[in-house]
């Protein structure tokens, strides 16, 4: 079974510019979930969709940060315009089931923000 | 405070020790306990989850939780070099949203 994907694995932007990350989550896996984990923090979670409805945006900020997961499959996050605080690896995880125990995770991009 | 806490170490153990970490969280409603492995460079990967409190067994591996005190420990015997890795605790009511500890960092030298 592959795992999750995820593209680019490294990515350098200025400030005020935007970058967008991409995912494909396991095969049948119907829920999908964005985390930024910040350097010596554990992984925050942005937005989780349940195929392709939002479940949960309530630390996504909205203001720079979307994300869209089209036919219920591949899912896109973009930044614009992007901070140095941005600057993070953002995960995408994905599980068979609504619930949280078995999440899976891809390998991340690494972001950094001059 | 943070939901979740946890000494990130780092942590430096010698080939063979047995090695304990821990996370202590604050949410009364937690009820699913997991542990992640995060090598460098690499996403999380799930080592084992528990519900409620007790002891969970995995090979070398054994979680615990003790609800009444809010700790978890993960317990690894005879560690290898290959254990060498970040160890994420992670929470969640049962709910949707994964709660993570900072990590702690260990290394098994040879």
């Known amino acids: 079974e592959a795992g999750v994907a995820q593209s680019p694995r490294y990515k350098i932007i200025e400030k005020r510019q935007s970058v967008a990350f991409w995912c494909n989550p396991i095969s049948g896996h119907a829920t999908l979930y964005w985390y930024q984990q910040i350097l010596g923090q554990g992984p925050k979670l942005l937005i989780q969709?349940?195929?392709?409805?939002?479940?949960?945006d309530s630390q996504l900020p909205k203001d720079r940060f979307s994300a869209e997961r089209l036919k219920g499959v591949d899912s896109t996050l973009k930044i614009q315009p992007a901070k140095l605080e941005d600057s993070a690896v953002y995960l995408c995880?994905?599980?068979?089931?609504?619930?949280?125990?078995?999440?899976?995770f891809g390998p991340g991009t690494r972001l950094t923000v001059t | 405070q943070k939901e979740v806490e946890q000494d990130p170490g780092p942590l430096s153990v010698p080939e063979g020790a047995i090695v304990s970490l821990n996370c202590t969280y604050s949410?009364?409603?937690?009820?699913?306990f997991m542990w992640y492995r995060q090598y460098s460079r690499k996403g999380p990967e799930l080592l084992m989850y528990?519900?409620?409190?007790g002891n969970k067994e995995d090979g070398r591996f054994t979680a615990q939780v003790d609800k009444s005190s809010k700790y978890i420990s993960l317990f690894i015997r005879d560690s290898q070099p290959s254990d060498s890795a970040t160890y994420l605790c992670?929470?969640?009511?049962?709910?949707?949203?994964?709660?993570f500890g900072t990590g702690t960092q260990l290394k098994v030298e040879l």
């Open positions: 992670a929470t969640t009511g049962g709910g949707n949203k994964l709660t």
């Open positions: 949410n009364s409603a937690f009820q699913y």
């Open positions: 528990t519900y409620s409190s």
């Open positions: 969709f349940q195929n392709n409805g939002v479940v949960d």
């Open positions: 995880a994905s599980s068979r089931l609504k619930g949280a125990r078995e999440q899976y």
